[in-house]
């Protein structure tokens, strides 16, 4: 069966420093893949999508950026947080083609102090 | 893809059913109803999600208008496990998931 890892479950980072959050799928090849920021008590705003390997599609612009090194790695980036880049951080992967439901990785506290 | 409308919270009883609405009064012919769930501090769930049929699954119905333009997600017996926020969402056969827009859902209150 397949299964997303997410990890860590909460940071908290210095205004300025680099963030670096990881996510894995396991038991699924070509997966797609997302970053997604969820502010308190709203619903979920994509930041980052892919479809293979190396490509990277941004929906909002902002300081933060995303790699996929490996068919099922994904990785969320930034050189130097803001305030306002706290939020909760979840990872999802979906079917490249047919069945297409999200399936979501626990998520990251992050906390920018 | 289309918005949808759904109430900000519900209160529900343990045991009892729960009913769930959500308007979606653009829908298009091709949009399917997903609904997915989210307990607290996780990251969201696929429940279920169905096209024009009324929909069954061990985990909840889904009943959708004739004429399209409204479902309710059913929950045949509530338990504390959940409350959660509950996301109504329509995704395009042909448009993939990162078209998606997600609102902030329903807020299910369970009370013991």
């Known amino acids: 069966s397949q299964t997303i890892h997410q990890w860590p479950a909460t940071l908290v980072q210095p205004v300025g420093s680099p963030l670096s959050l990881e996510c894995t799928v396991e038991?699924?090849?070509?997966?797609?893949l997302y970053w997604y920021r969820q502010a308190a008590g709203r619903g979920l705003q994509l930041l980052f999508y892919?479809?293979?390997?190396?490509?990277i599609s941004s929906e909002v612009p902002q300081n933060l950026s995303a790699s996929r090194p490996q068919d099922r790695q994904f990785i969320l980036s930034s050189k130097k947080l803001l305030l306002s880049d706290s939020g909760f951080y979840l990872c999802a992967w979906s079917p490249g083609t047919g069945n297409r439901k999200l399936f979501f990785g626990s998520g990251t506290q992050l906390s920018v102090l | 893809d289309a918005k949808t409308t759904q109430p900000n919270s519900m209160e529900s009883n343990e045991e009892e059913p729960v009913h769930l609405p959500c308007n979606h009064s653009?829908?298009?012919?091709?949009?399917?109803i997903h609904w997915y769930r989210q307990l607290p501090s996780q990251g969201p769930e696929y429940v279920i999600h169905?096209?024009?049929?009324?929909v069954n699954n061990r985990m909840a119905s889904l009943a959708i208008a004739e004429d399209r333009k409204s479902s309710t997600l059913i929950l045949h017996r509530a338990t504390l496990r959940d409350a959660a926020v509950y996301y109504c969402?329509?995704?395009?056969?042909?448009?993939?998931?990162?078209?998606?827009?997600w609102g902030a859902g329903t807020k299910l209150i369970i009370k013991p």
């Open positions: 892919s479809v293979g390997i190396g490509q």
């Open positions: 969402i329509l995704r395009d056969r042909w448009n993939s998931n990162y078209q998606l827009i």
């Open positions: 169905g096209l024009t049929s009324n």
């Open positions: 038991g699924t090849s070509n997966p797609n």
């Open positions: 653009t829908i298009s012919g091709t949009d399917y």
